[in-house]
């Protein structure tokens, strides 16, 4: 009986190990990013936000890394109440029953009223989408630079739309009369589905000539009509935002569903080779939207004893300092400098770095000893604000502690501040970051005070210089510790009372704080 | 004068070994892969080929010696967009009859390099970078100056002029 049991698990892990591989070996990341073309297209429901968040999507800017295809449907209608969710099949049937594939054509090929089609913009794509190194075999080759544009009908299969619903819009009011509105949004994304033979019949079937009679024309205007090409569904995502207007929270939103959709869409992932080391030089920059901070991924390569290829990730890194490409490449980009955040090894020249969005936000959480007095919970939420080529890192960060030992249910010390800290890797496992924090320490819960200062008299203003280290566990887990002296200047009377009636009164005084923190 | 006597004998018997290294390498120099990129520049064959070494700049000069090798013994495939090419050396026979003089010319640093340009943009990288049992891997793009190699070739007697035949 045991013995087949240690056999089915046996079984059981042989069969998960082996199929884990096979994953593996499919998985393979490669440096082959070619540019993408985006339409954005807003579902309304019938109601009375669908101009402002017609205007939020029509207004939003992708920014440098897609090429825009301008399609005529820059809309589309779901017939359901805006407090319900759009499910990913409602919105297939009205992807079916537009014929986007046309409409991107059209757009790509600068169709007229008459049928008539150009390669302008898709020669002009191929240019602007070269890479030195086809640049370098273009001039190898009798076909010469002439031949870059040819690269931009191979574009065409990276057209994609993104259809983006706004649910749940609600307003609120707080007591002093702000207004806040937030949505919920989804954004489906679909792809052309066009491979290089499907396109070769578009051309074949649809391209009218010159020399074509009006019979051949008006057949060929009638393939195009009659073109079946489907739009193939490739990612969703979900996002929340509140702002003002309804018009921002969208805007805010769409930023949200751009960032998670280029995690989901490995098309969307830039990925370029490593060309360069002290410091880390890679050839790319402006023209793929790289911004100062940005996270990639390094990958190896190598092959098993079967002779398949299998990509290895070695560390992350981040962008410093950034190249303007957006121009036409002429075998001598501009690379952009990195820095390596993590890793046992050292990212070589040759490997590959892949996009890998963060939002840079850490979120640290420790227990806090001595500073003001007693035991804390300490949380603090710090943003990534910039990355030198050294490895410098300056951060913004929010600050917050409990005091779980000196309060109690009448008087619970609860500290709160916004800070400045300024890292230095020493080497890229560890960071030591001096930082000045200013905040307040807020004792007391005096219900029956429904004065306007109450807060103001029941709080004290606290300095907090410091410095906190972290080491890298697991990247992005890393354990931090901080040494810090709180001064405890101006006080409210309020606070000066509750704290003569902690056991152990807060005053200025050093503190340690220990914890672990986690980058997203 | 035993330490020279010693000297002298290892060095003979590690060129020795280097040379059946050599020879024997040669006899079974086929294992690489070779395709046409595209139509060169005229005189010249733009390719990408893959070499082994146990270093990356070891495994790129390896895939340019696998270049000229190509060209003269194996000749180059052909692909979408360029025409096969048959090898400048035909005769399976060249290689033994002409031994010596392929040991100069592939030696390390020796002519053919004169005759391969790679036009990879940096390093080999990418996919094209490969850490394999024993070394790396590396798949770069050549230019092969084919026409000056042939006539090269013709030059030295090696290879048989065109006109010869008749």
Partial sequence: MINKSVFTALSLVFLCTALSAQEKIKEVVTSNYNRNSVSMV??????????????????????????????????????????ESAYQTEIDGIVNRVGFAREILASIFNRDSNGMMDDKTVRYRGNYDA?????????????????????????????YIVLTDFSKISRD???????????????????????????????????????????????????????????????????????????????MCIRELI????NRIPAWEVAVAV????????????????????????????????????SVARGYLRATEISSNTGMAIGETEPSKFYQISGLANIDEGWTI??????????????????????????????????????????????????????NGNYLPVQFGLGFAYGFHLTRFLEIAPYAAIGLEHMGL??????????????????????RVAANVAYPLQVFGKIYYDVLTIQGPLYKMYNANLAVPHSSGAGVEFGVKWTF | MIALTLLMTFSAVSANAQNKDRRKSFKSWDNYEITTEKVGVDGTKFVKVWGFGKTVDAATMAAKENAVHACIFRGLPGSATAMS???????????????????????????????????????????????????????????????NLKRKLEADGVARKLSSGF
């Fill in chain 1, 259 to 262: 960032t998670k959709l280029e």
């Fill in chain 1, 446 to 467: 005096s219900v029956t005070d429904s004065s306007d200062d109450r807060f103001t008299r029941e709080s004290a203003l606290i300095l907090e210089p410091g410095v």
């Fill in chain 1, 354 to 407: 892949k996009q890998t969005n963060d939002w840079k936000v850490g979120v640290l959480a420790g227990l806090k000893a001595g500073g003001l007095g007693g035991t804390a919970l300490g949380v603090d939420i710090d943003y990534l604000m910039n990355v030198s080529n050294v490895g410098t890192m300056s951060y913004l960060f929010l600050t917050l502690g409990l005091d779980v030992t000196s309060g």
């Fill in chain 1, 275 to 310: 060309i360069g080391k002290r410091p880390l030089r890679a050839k790319i920059g402006t023209k793929e939207g790289l911004k100062n901070g940005d996270r990639y991924r390094a990958y190896s390569y190598t092959e098993d004893r079967g002779g398949n290829l299998k």
């Fill in chain 1, 131 to 159: 890479k030195d190194q086809d640049v370098i075999n273009a001039r190898a080759s009798r076909v010469g630079t002439e031949a870059l544009g040819d690269l931009g009908h191979g574009l065409v299969s990276g057209s």
């Fill in chain 2, 85 to 147: 090419t048959p090898p400048i050396c035909p005769n399976p026979n060249t290689l033994e009859t002409h031994e010596d003089y392929f040991q100069t010319f592939f030696a390390a640093g020796g002519p053919y390099l004169a005759y391969v340009s790679m036009t990879t943009d940096g390093v080999p990288s990418g996919t094209d970078r490969r850490k394999v049992k024993g070394g790396y891997k590396v798949g770069i793009y050549v230019q092969v100056m084919y026409d």
């Fill in chain 1, 42 to 83: 807003c579902v309304q429901r019938g109601d009375s936000y669908d101009s402002q968040v017609s205007s939020a999507v029509r207004s939003f800017s992708l920014g440098d890394k897609y090429d825009i295809n301008n399609i005529t449907t820059k809309s589309v209608r779901l017939d359901k109440v805006r407090s």
């Fill in chain 1, 173 to 251: 009011v707080d007591t002093r009369g702000n207004v806040t509105w937030s949505t919920n949004a989804q954004a489906f994304v679909y792809q052309i589905g066009m491979d290089r033979d499907a396109l070769n019949d578009f051309y074949e079937q649809c391209w009218i000539y010159d020399e074509d009679d009006q019979a051949t024309r008006s057949a060929k205007r009638l393939a195009f009509q009659n073109l079946d090409i489907p739009m193939v569904p490739v990612a969703q995502a979900n996002a929340t935002g509140a702002s003002s207007s309804v018009e921002a929270a969208a805007n």
